[in-house]
Every structure is written in C-alpha cells, then in structure tokens.
C-alpha cells in the first residue's frame, strides 16, 4: 500500500512543482487522504523535489551548463563580467541568499506550525489573487536578458516565501516577475534556474539529517521511488508549460489556487480534515 502511495504523490509532486499551485501543498493535502492520514512531512517533501529539479537540470541542460561555464570564466576575466551568462550566475546566486538564510533558520516552523493546513488554505487564495493581479497587470516588456540585481533579489525573496506550503515557489517568483514587468517566459525560466541551487541544497540537507533520524511515515526507498517518478512527470510538465505559456495566462492556475483554497476550508471547517 505505501509503493502506491508514494507513486501517487511522485505524481503530485512531479505534476505541481513547475505550475504555481505549491507542490508542497498538494503533497501535504493529499497525504491526509490516505488511509494512514499521515502529513509526509517536510523531509519527505524536500528530497522528492530533487527529482523535479533533476528534470529542470535536463531540460535547461545547455542554458545551464553556459551560465557555469561563464559564470566560471569570469572569475578569471576570460569572460566579461556583464556576459548575458555570467550575470544570470550571479543572479541566481544572490537570488537564493534569501531561502538560504530563511530556511535555515526557521526550520521549527517549516516543520511545525507553517505545515497548519488552515495556513495553507489561505496562502493559496491570498497568492493566487496577487498572481492574478500581477499576470493581468504587469507590463510584459521585460526579457530574461534584463533582470538586474535589485530585481533579483527582490525574486529571491518572493521564492523564499514558499517556505510555507500552499506559496507556490514558482508561483511567487513568477507573481513578482510579472509585477516588475517580466513577460510569462522569462518570469518562468528564472524561477525555474532560482529554483535549482535552493531545491538541490534543501533536498541534500534533509537527504543527509535522514541518515540519523528514521524516516516517517515512508522510509528511504520508498521516498527515492517518489522522487523518481517526480523526475519523470516533472520533465513533462516543464516541456508543457514553457510551451503553453507562450500564449496562455497563469488566469487558470489563479482560479485553481481559489477554489482549492476554499475546498480545503469547507473540509477543515466541516473535520473531514484536520489542520495537523
């Protein structure tokens, strides 16, 4: 029963983590609605996200593999400071200071209070209307060439906010892309590379503390067989997205974050769910 489980939930991770309707949200949801009504928990969540963010490493393997080697060769002067790759390693660098620090040091409410599925609820309607406003109202002129360090930063900070389930990291970097005038690619595409370094160091972090503390309420093989089958569906959802977004708004995801907000309402309001 918990192979089952754990496929279930690579899907949900694989299928939630690159739209921005929180990944961690959807894991901690649908947890409580297997027999056991177990939360997966935070240790869970983090090392099923490295197979989301292998998927990213594959799909951007060229984009990323020239921002290092650039990033690299100026350390050294080989390539100019302000080369277009070069500047988006340090973008991504600076840009996950924020959840680096945030996430370090709030660990007891990342794996206690924040987990509140009643938080959770209202963190899904209030982002998803400030995505709405920002996709409907943002000025769409700016190109992923044109991120500078004021608003890099400012994106690190929206990214770290999804230290609390129901955010959306994606969903909160791409809200405050959209506002700063990024149009949908761009905003996706950063938040997927500002993703990387913050998701990988997460992941390793609850992957090594692992090795000490048992893992409950799924062991360690249970958990690699979820973050496989998060890879595979993940790469999917990426090749899916970045191609939708060229026409289409994120106005279904907002929507989606709305009513699932309020469903999780009713069920908590009603005690066919409880908030831990």
């Known amino acids: 029963m918990e192979i089952i489980e754990v496929i279930i939930l690579g899907i949900v991770q694989g299928l939630t983590e690159f739209l921005p309707i929180s990944s961690s949200a959807h894991i901690r949801i649908v947890g409580e609605m297997f027999p056991n009504a177990a939360d997966p928990g935070a240790t869970f969540t983090a090392i099923t996200q490295i197979g989301t963010e292998l998927a990213v490493l594959v799909y951007f393997r060229k984009k990323i593999a020239a921002i290092i080697k650039a990033w690299f060769l100026s350390l050294s002067g080989k390539v100019p400071r302000n080369d277009p790759d070069a500047r988006m390693g340090w973008l991504v660098i600076i840009g996950s200071l924020p ?12 794996r206690g209070a924040f987990r509140n599925l009643w938080i959770v609820a209202v963190v899904l309607i209030v982002f998803g209307i400030l995505l709405g406003i920002a996709d409907r109202y943002g000025k769409r002129t700016r190109d992923l060439s044109d991120i500078t360090y004021p608003h890099g930063i400012l994106m690190g900070f929206a990214q770290a906010l999804a230290l609390v389930p129901g955010v959306s990291r994606s969903g909160a970097t791409t809200t405050a892309a959209r506002a700063l005038g990024y149009n949908r690619t761009a905003a996706a595409e950063y938040a997927f590379l ?6 990988f160091g997460s992941g390793l972090y609850e992957l090594v503390s692992s090795i000490d503390e048992p893992m409950v309420p799924y062991g360690m093989f249970e958990t690699a067989i979820a973050t496989v089958v998060a890879f ?21 995801f907002v929507i989606y974050r709305i009513l699932l907000g309020i469903v999780l309402m009713v069920l908590l309001a009603t005690g066919v769910l409880h908030a831990f």
């Open 232 to 252: 595979v569906v993940g790469l999917l959802v990426i090749a899916y997205l970045m191609k939708y977004l060229k026409k289409g708004s994120f106005m279904p």
């Open 194 to 199: 500002l993703a990387v370094p913050a998701v």
């Open 99 to 110: 959840i680096a620090a945030l996430g370090y040091f709030g660990q007891e409410y990342i």
